[in-house]
């Protein structure tokens, strides 16, 4: 067996940069752990001790954490909690109903919104969003 003599270093282009993986999370099913990028994310629901990442591709990863603790690893700038149920990528909505009872996705997914959660959308949306 031959010893390591070097690793490949982030210059030569061999490794991927470590400030790719700060757009990445990753997520363990009971299939393995998925990688995927942030933004690949349209929105997260909460099914009890579950949660359901669902990806713009369609694809939709049963994760074994809680929503509480997916959104901690989540930035606010990016992704918003909307409901009891729902983290909302920010990036995908499209369409926010003028009572804001609801929102709409890229997607066509229809997310609902809770009354308490209501204001806090609305400062986020006139804060980031032109």
Do not use: W
Not at 2 to 28: A, C, D, N, Q
Not at 74 to 102: G, Q, W
Not at 106 to 117: D, K, L, M, Y
């Amino acid at each position: 067996m031959r010893p390591i003599t070097s690793t490949p270093s982030l210059r030569e282009g061999k490794v991927e940069s470590l400030s790719s993986y700060k757009t990445k999370i990753k997520f363990v099913s009971s299939k393995g752990t998925c990688i995927v990028s942030k933004d690949q994310i349209d929105y997260i629901r909460s099914e009890s001790n579950y949660s359901i990442v669902c990806l713009n591709t369609g694809i939709q990863i049963v994760c074994c954490r809680t929503l509480k603790d997916l959104s901690s690893k989540m930035l606010k700038t990016e992704f918003v909690r909307v409901h009891a149920s729902y983290l909302v990528n920010l990036s995908r909505i499209v369409f926010i109903n003028s009572d804001y009872s609801s929102l709409t996705l890229e997607s066509n997914e229809i997310i609902p919104i809770s009354r308490t959660r209501k204001a806090a959308l609305k400062a986020l949306i006139f804060q980031h969003i032109d």
